[in-house]
């Protein structure tokens, strides 16, 4: 009966998308809300408009059709689902909060990377180093900084300068783009070195 229907069916214009969207502003703790739950935004948009995407399974912020954000749904209650790259702007501002603040309590980073970042967090100022080791991290990405810290680690020097100096040491060299050079302006006769021709020019200038 399906296929005899089948023929006669609307075809469906485009893809169901299958979720729920509400408007909602994001907190001064780069928040949004929904189901008595809180879920991070970058911190560049706090107290900005946005759109809150619920699915089945995920979470999705938005604002003027790019993706700021995205979550796995949590079903439970009164709790806080923060991703810390969300908060990299204000450790630049306030590097302290990397010692207890919420979102970096439990960062799940690359053994090499943590193992670095415990032994700067016991000195002065340490936490001001190790952002900017995430700041490279985030420019470079996690697997580049991880041998980084690697290096330095096995170095037994441990700062942010040496780490930092061993990831332009890892970065690959931009590939030079050769320009062909039009045949109208190419050389009948290429021009060689011949320090013969400076000598000559010496004897000139000594006989006059």
Not at 74 to 82: H, K, P, S, T, V
Not at 108 to 137: N, T, Y
Request: aromatic share 6%; net charge positive.
């Amino acid at each position: 009966v399906f296929a005899e229907e089948q023929a006669q069916l609307r075809p469906v214009g485009k893809p169901f998308a299958g979720y729920v969207e509400k408007a909602c502003r994001v907190s001064s703790t780069c928040t949004v809300g929904y189901d008595r739950n809180r879920y991070s935004v970058p911190a560049e948009y706090a107290g900005q408009g946005v759109f809150l995407r619920a699915t089945a399974t995920r979470i999705k912020i938005v604002q003027e059709g790019k993706s700021l954000a995205c979550h796995a749904r949590c079903f439970g209650r009164e709790q806080q689902i923060l991703d810390p790259w969300h908060y990299l702007p204000v450790l630049e501002r306030k590097p302290g909060a990397l010692r207890n603040g919420a979102p970096f309590v439990q960062w799940d980073l690359p053994s090499p990377v943590r193992k670095v970042r415990d032994h700067l967090l016991k000195q002065d100022k340490g936490d001001r180093a190790f952002v900017e080791i995430l700041l490279a991290m985030k420019a470079h990405g996690s697997e580049l900084l991880s041998v980084a810290c690697e290096l330095a680690l096995e170095h037994k020097t441990l700062n942010a300068a040496v780490v930092l100096n061993h990831v332009n040491r890892l970065k690959a060299p931009s590939p030079v783009r050769e320009n062909p050079v039009p045949g109208h302006l190419r050389l009948q006769q290429e021009p060689q070195a011949n320090c013969s021709r400076y000598d000559r020019l010496r004897e000139v200038h000594h006989g006059q």
